[in-house]
């Protein structure tokens, strides 16, 4: 089965982590940008096609929650895995009910990581197919009509 | 005074005379008061080690050993009698050594009957203040203590959790690094490197320790207090039925008797069911590696008032008397590093003071231990700040 690399982003102020993890990431086949910011990660979104945001809750500034709204809001097509500390499960949750595809605890299991990343791969490219057809019907139609 | 009884009063009479201390006794009998006799200070020695005794009436000049140095022996050895010395006439000096050395008071010779009758029952009431502020003392120390040792868990669970919040960023970031160097040693253009196996042995263990690092993090965050605990009707029956399957196959291996002594009516209370379960667990899997092959752990539920009580016994190896008290500390532990984090009992604590509850541990090595749980039958919120 040939893999197909998702376009990760990975938002999280830890720059020593963001480095490595993105490394790794880019080692199993994924495009990976990174941000370190909400704010960085906003302007990338503008810029490059993402599939995947990988959103650490905890960052000074704007925080992983407002970073989420925001994506879901200009963005809603992508989908974001919430990446927390634990006892910030509630969090995760609350992410979760405003979008966010799943949440990794940190540190991770790189297998979960995998599987969160391809599941979330898997359900945008899901939805955007159906929009597709959902748009190619609405033309059939629109041309029928006429 | 009304309520001390004469009868109720355990007297000694220590006299020399015997014609005089046998009076006095029969007159002391005629009101209520049965006094033993003793004619010297070795007998009053003797029977005060055979059975308890309240007031000891002291004749001071005795042939042998002298009233003062019996007093000074009763005092020694039973610090809670007192001794009214009775002393001849021109011997007040004799009294007033006395009470310096420990009488109650002194009376002199000859005898006014219902005076004496009066100080001893002085002396009785003195007894009976003395125990109640021993007791309100001993009440307070445990009081302050209790208190002591709440704040200091509380701050050091405060402090650990802080540490666990910190520790698990660089912790995600060794476990990344150790990630990619994984990856990258097991790539295909690394195949003739020749030290490729000790490398990844190495990486191997550096992963092992992450995850053991993060065990402990994991499990010291788990119970910081959440804003919106979940309340509902908590059944410990049916909770300690769910957490022994959880165990079963630990019961079965070492074949323990579980004793169900849990009273129906008694075991129902309205708390957060998840956190309770977590003690639940917590208890009775240290109880069950506490125990040895046919143990057995007993279960009992009572209701006082508006707690419950739980109590989790177990007879096994028990707990050292010098570790009693260090439980509860967060990374105490006896047991090695991969049988336990040393938190088990730090969670256990912080859920049931959480919960409004209180634990207490009774032990002894060879005999077992047991744990007693109260908690409030209908958690409410406290307008105290938690911690």
Redesign the interface.
Known sequence: MIKIPAKVLIVDDEKDFVEMFSLRLEGQGEKVSTAHSGKEALKVLEQAAIDVVILDIRMPGMDGIDTLKQIKKFYPIVEVIMLTGHGSTETAVEGMKLGAFDYLMKPAEFEDIKSKIENARKRKDEQEERIRQAEVKLLLRRSGDI | MEKFYNDNIRLLLVDDEEGFRAAIARRLTKRGLKPLQASDGKECLEILEKGPMDVVVLDVKMPGMSGIDTLKCIKQAHEKIQVILLTGNIAISDGIEGIKAGAFDYLTKPVEIDHLVNKIKQAVEMIRLEEEKQEELEYRAKLEKKMIDTERLASLGTMS?GI??EI??P???????A??MK??IS?PEMSKCSQKDALLMGIGKIEKS?KRA?RI??QL??H?K???LKFSEVNLKALLYETFGLLKKDIKDKQININWEIDKGKSILWSDPYQIRQVLMNLLSNAVHALQRNGSITLSTDEIEDDIILEIKDNGVGIPKENLGKIFDPFFSTKSFDEGTGLGLFVVHKIICGLNGEIEVVSKVGEGSSFIIKLPKRFEKKAVVQV
């Open positions: 959790t666990a919040h698990n960023n912790l995600a970031i060794i476990n990344e690094s990630g990619f990856q990258v790539s992450i993060r993090t994991h965050l788990d910081v959440k804003p919106d």
